[in-house]
């Protein structure tokens, strides 16, 4: 069974095209460089399964695993310092993504005929590194020393609904985003040293504030790979490449580095300006925002543009042009990594170009 394979030990090296059997030119399903290519090198970290209920499941995706709101769920995860028990799972990790991981690549789509690869997990706990220690490790979650409306690891159920919502309305508009695909409540999370501890117990405890409510978030994405995980690995940025020719229906040999760096180029640019014209504002478009096949993702932090005019803090308060000179200096940061100065200067001129066009276009 397909949910069986999902949930082994290690699964991030296969894509199958679950649910696509019917599906018309299967050349161009979004595999990428295929699943080999892409476990090569990942960094994983140890998960268990916690005491979790299934909230929300999506009724808009046609999915490859069982979720029943009201029931638990293998997904319902989170990481553990437990050098990798016997009942648990190996999740990729990428340490820019410091509370989620990959749980696998496979194929399905929506009911509106879009395909999505990647699946991931979000507030699993917190996987961290320090200059004594390179390689990722499993820190127990603790309130935030600075941020005192965050705990490390945790996602709350407010921001995950937030992000539900934002989610379903940018794609009904146009936008290029992930899809969530399920929201889980944890009635459990994992302490020091792999042991369990309930919710009251790990609030009284000092693991989690008082107003957190954890949950793990399920996502979809073509790639979850954003801006800043490809600086220096030419392998995702040919992975995208060959995702979006796939999804264009196009011939991976006649649309290059070049052609794909354009349309990355253009389609941030107007799903910025779709973003704006609909009067919403992010406030956060730095390269961990934007995936490498264009999509603006992690939406908790959308407001309406009235929403931001009533914040007295002006540090705080979002803008177009915060948001546009955000994305447009991240992403030319990022592109200039890929061509030459001349080069990027033509590709922040289409960025302008394209913001405006499509802001002005009914």
Do not use: C
């Not at 970290?45 to 009201?70: I, S, T, Y």
């Amino acid at each position: 069974m397909v949910e069986q394979a999902f949930h082994k030990r290690w699964v991030a090296g296969s894509i199958p095209a679950v649910g696509t059997e019917n599906m018309k030119n299967k050349e161009n399903l979004p595999i990428g460089i295929g699943g080999d290519k892409l476990a090569e090198g990942r960094e994983t970290l140890p998960a268990v399964e916690v005491k979790n209920v299934v909230e929300w499941v999506n009724p808009h995706l046609q999915l490859p695993f069982d979720l029943r709101e009201g029931k638990p769920s293998k997904l319902g995860m989170f990481l553990t310092q437990e050098d990798y028990p016997e009942d648990g799972y190996e999740l990729e990790v990428h340490r820019q993504h410091k509370r989620s991981g990959i749980i696998g690549h496979v194929i399905f789509k929506d009911d509106e005929g879009r395909l999505y690869r990647d699946v991931d997990v979000k507030g699993i706990g917190y996987a961290f590194n320090d200059y004594y220690n390179p390689r990722l490790a499993v820190r127990p979650p603790v309130p935030h020393e600075r941020n005192k409306e965050s705990t490390w690891g945790i996602l709350d159920e407010g921001y995950a609904r937030s992000d539900i919502d934002m989610s379903e309305k940018f794609l009904k508009a146009g936008i290029r985003t992930h899809r969530d695909i399920a929201l889980i409540k944890l009635n459990e999370i994992i302490g020091s040293g792999g042991r369990r501890m309930g919710i009251k117990e790990a609030k009284e405890a000092g693991n989690l504030r008082s107003e957190d409510e954890p949950v793990v978030l399920v996502r979809a994405f073509g790639t979850r790979m954003r801006l800043e995980d490809a600086y220096d690995k030419r392998e995702l940025i040919e992975d995208a490449r060959l995702l979006v020719a796939q999804e264009l229906g196009l011939d991976p040999k006649k649309f290059n580095t070049t052609d794909y760096l354009i349309w990355l180029t253009k389609t941030t640019a107007q799903n910025i300006a779709r973003m704006h014209k609909h009067g919403w504002l992010h406030g956060y478009l730095s390269d961990h925002n934007i995936t490498l096949d264009g999509r603006i993702v992690d939406l908790d932090s959308v407001v309406t543009e009235k929403e931001a005019l009533r914040e007295v803090d002006d540090e705080k308060r979002k803008s177009r042009g915060e948001d546009y000179g955000r994305a447009e200096e991240n992403i030319m940061e990022f592109l200039g990594t890929h061509v030459s100065d001349v080069s990027l200067n033509g590709l922040r001129n289409i960025f302008l170009k394209d913001y405006n066009d499509e802001l002005g276009r009914r």
